[in-house]
């Protein structure tokens, strides 16, 4: 989503607009908050805040699914050390 002019709030004038901003948000906007001219923060909704979390933890998910396949068709192909073999290489 691209920010246009409005949705860029310096943060001193977002404290005295906190309800009309919140209330933009809830439309459907999303803020971007400035600090001396540079991005800080962002105002998002809640439930798209959630649905960032939930693509986090499956992104999560999946990374350790591929490590575990990775990991499997190592061991299948006869690509493994023993434990002995990975602590003498560590030390």
Known sequence: ????????????????RLTELSDEVVAGAEKLLTKNGAAYVAIIDARKLDYYHALEDEHASLVLLTEAETGLREVLAGQRVSNDELLKALS
């Open 1 to 16: 989503m691209s920010y246009t002019a409005r949705d860029v709030v310096p943060i001193s004038e977002a404290r005295a």
